[in-house]
């Protein structure tokens, strides 16, 4: 019996994936929220609106080759609940390009948006090179990932150990390799990013029916607390530092040099004294 592969689009549409999609659409609303400027990316994954929560006036959804070969591409946005992917009040797609050669000049975005999308990619190293050069100094990007380190994981190892004798099949889909979260930040701390923020979630077992996965809802405060890094998901915030860069102030901030103090200057010439008075 051969064992069967599920893909990534029908996967996100099961119980454990919508259970990931909702927490990761939580995250990625908190953290662009905030962040300014004028140009913002996502790369990958459609049906996660992940720059709905951001206010720059330029933003773009970028698929790679593969998803935009398929009739995957043609798909809506998914709404914020979740439910009925034929919503059509949601952006489409607006670029078809590769991950390590994006079509845009160096330093001319301020925000880039990764769902998944180094794990994904055939070459997760030059796709993050590329967003390293199409960042602006001080720029940020943001990536989620699935953790290898996880309950979800574990039982993804041993789906791959028992395919050889077709007598099971993959609980998560079947493209794509894990990239741990601590290796995904030496890769970043040799591009000159720095962790702003990170973290994990969806601590609930692998398990792909609703009902079993409401009664472990639990797990999702007690991971928090007592076994943190062990969540089926990581969540990253990096900024991208440039070395020698100096932010000028305004010039109604610069501070005037102070007066410099008079300076006893000698002489070598005699100074004559008056004798005292008598």
């Not at 390590?100 to 001319?108: K, Y």
Request: a positive charge; proline letters at 9%; one cysteine or more.
């Amino acid at each position: 019996m051969n064992s069967e592969i599920i893909g990534l689009t029908d996967w996100l549409r099961t119980p454990p994936g919508r259970y990931l999609l909702n927490w990761e659409r939580r995250h990625f609303d908190e953290a662009v929220s905030d962040i300014f400027g004028y140009h913002a990316l996502q790369l990958g994954l459609p049906e996660l609106d992940a720059l709905q929560a951001n206010r720059m006036p330029h933003k773009w959804l970028a698929l790679t080759g593969t998803e935009g070969k398929s009739d995957f591409a043609n798909l809506p946005l998914m709404p914020a609940n979740g439910t009925n992917p034929e919503d059509k009040s949601s952006p489409r797609p607006a670029l078809l390009t590769d991950s390590a050669a994006l079509p845009f000049p160096e330093s001319s975005l301020d925000l880039v948006v990764l769902p998944h999308t180094l794990e994904l990619g055939h070459d997760p190293h030059s796709a993050l090179r590329e967003v390293e050069r199409v960042l602006v100094p001080e720029g940020r990007v943001v990536i989620s990932g699935l953790n290898p380190v996880s309950l979800w994981g574990l039982r993804q190892r041993r789906g791959h150990f028992y395919q050889h004798f077709g007598y099971d099949k993959l609980f998560l889909p079947g493209t794509g390799d894990f990239i741990g979260y601590w290796r995904l930040r030496d890769w970043l701390r040799l591009l000159n990013f720095e962790v702003e923020s990170a973290r994990f979630g969806c601590y609930r077992p692998a398990l792909k029916n609703q009902k079993w996965l409401d009664r472990f809802e639990w797990m999702d405060s007690a991971g928090e607390r007592w076994w943190p890094i062990f969540g089926a998901v990581y969540f990253l915030v990096a900024v991208k530092r440039v070395r020698g860069m100096r932010l000028l102030e305004p010039a109604w901030k610069a501070h005037k040099a102070p007066v410099a103090a008079p300076v006893v200057v000698a002489s070598r010439k005699p100074v004559n004294r008056a004798p005292p008075p008598a």
